[in-house]
């Protein structure tokens, strides 16, 4: 597995040019601080340079607890009628077969995210390692600060912060502009 926030083998390949065959960028939001309470998430499979597939899903978390609601605008009441996670990554781990890595921005967060709730819904932790698009940008561009916002406007990349799924769209930015040397907003969608 990669070290997040650290750099890892991976991080140091995609500084360098290397360009994988298949990757999945992911994000969660999270109803509260627990990392059990994931309420969306996003992935987006990229094969060569192209971003293939995206799939957004709000999920039920497991109480109604709601705390960052101000935050990515999700509540309660939007996913109470919404599958819990063991039926939303059901339909998404498909997506992730055959990826070298996942991908995401500050990648501790989302792999604690789904390792838990994987681990609470009794599924398989998916083993792929994990990419950090924060130790990436500091790595390639010496970046900083590096929250998702920042890396977005130096890249050139559109986002709609907390959005699940542009979010992880820009994650899939950084990686191929980090690999590739063009600005991602020029690779086909």
Not at 13 to 21: E, H, K, M, N, Y
Not at 56 to 85: C, D, M, N, Y
Not at 132 to 139: E, K, N, P, S, W
Request: charged share 20%; glycine share 6%.
């Amino acid at each position: 597995m990669a070290v997040e926030m650290g750099i890892s083998v991976l991080e140091t390949r995609l500084a360098v040019g290397w360009q994988p065959r298949a990757f999945v960028a992911i994000d969660f939001e999270t109803a509260n601080r627990d990392p059990s309470s994931a309420c969306a998430v996003s992935v987006v499979r990229v094969e060569g340079r192209r971003i293939e597939r995206e799939r957004v899903s709000l999920i039920r978390p497991p109480t109604s607890q709601f705390e960052f609601s101000h935050v990515h605008g999700i509540t309660w009441e939007s996913v109470a009628a919404k599958r819990a996670f063991r039926e939303v990554w059901e339909s998404l781990a498909p997506l992730i077969e055959g990826a070298e890595f996942l991908a995401a921005h500050n990648a501790k967060f989302d792999r604690g995210v789904l390792v838990t709730c994987c681990r609470n819904a009794r599924i398989a932790i998916p083993n792929h390692p994990f990419v950090c698009t924060v130790a990436l940008a500091r790595l390639k561009w010496n970046l900083y600060p590096t929250k998702l916002p920042n890396v977005c406007e130096f890249l050139g990349l559109p986002l709609r912060h907390h959005d699940p799924l542009s979010d992880a769209a820009a994650c899939a930015g950084i990686v191929l502009a980090a690999g590739g040397g063009t600005r991602p907003s020029k690779v086909m969608r």
